[in-house]
């Protein structure tokens, strides 16, 4: 059981990598679009997220107020993801604003991880 909850961190911090490395590839390139391998990275880092809200493999408690912001968190980034999109299909670029803070948000989430003890 724990060995399987190790393998979904795992998973979970692929689905970081994903995201926050494409979105670094956008910011090095200077484009600094929306790419559908971000949606992918929140997809995956998503879903292995709320499985590690639920508390299985452990046996220390979690700490919901933690998991919960992270969560908000999620969403913001998922609604600037889709919004970002919009604009970029429309106008053929995004938002600096919006393109900063998917990045910012994401790296937040990453430090809510593993700095709020
Ligand atoms: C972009 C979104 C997210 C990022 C970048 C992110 C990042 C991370 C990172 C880097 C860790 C490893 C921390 C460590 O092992 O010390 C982690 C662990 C964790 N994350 Fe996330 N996360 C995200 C979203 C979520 C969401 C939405 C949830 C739950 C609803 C969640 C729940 C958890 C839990 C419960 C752990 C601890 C796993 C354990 O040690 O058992 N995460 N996250």
């Known amino acids: 059981m724990e060995f399987l909850r190790h393998l979904v961190v795992l998973i979970h911090l692929v689905g970081f990598a994903v995201l926050f490395g494409a979105w670094v ?6 484009k600094r679009g929306i790419t559908r391998v971000m949606h992918w990275g929140l997809a995956i880092a998503g879903v292995a997220g709320l499985a590690l809200a639920a ?6 408690d979690l700490d919901y107020a933690k ?7 999620l969403v913001v980034i998922g609604a600037l993801l889709g919004i970002g999109a919009g604009r970029q299909r429309k106008t053929g670029s995004v938002p600096a604003g919006i ?3 998917i990045g ?6 990453a430090a809510i991880a593993v700095l709020w003890r």
Do not use: D, M, R
Request: aromatic share 14%; proline share 4%.
């Open 25 to 30: 590839v956008e910011l090095v390139n200077g």
């Open 67 to 73: 998991i919960g912001t992270k969560l908000v968190i």
């Open 99 to 101: 393109f900063w803070l």
């Open 104 to 109: 910012i948000l994401t790296l937040a989430n």
């Open 55 to 60: 508390p299985w493999g452990i046996e220390y």
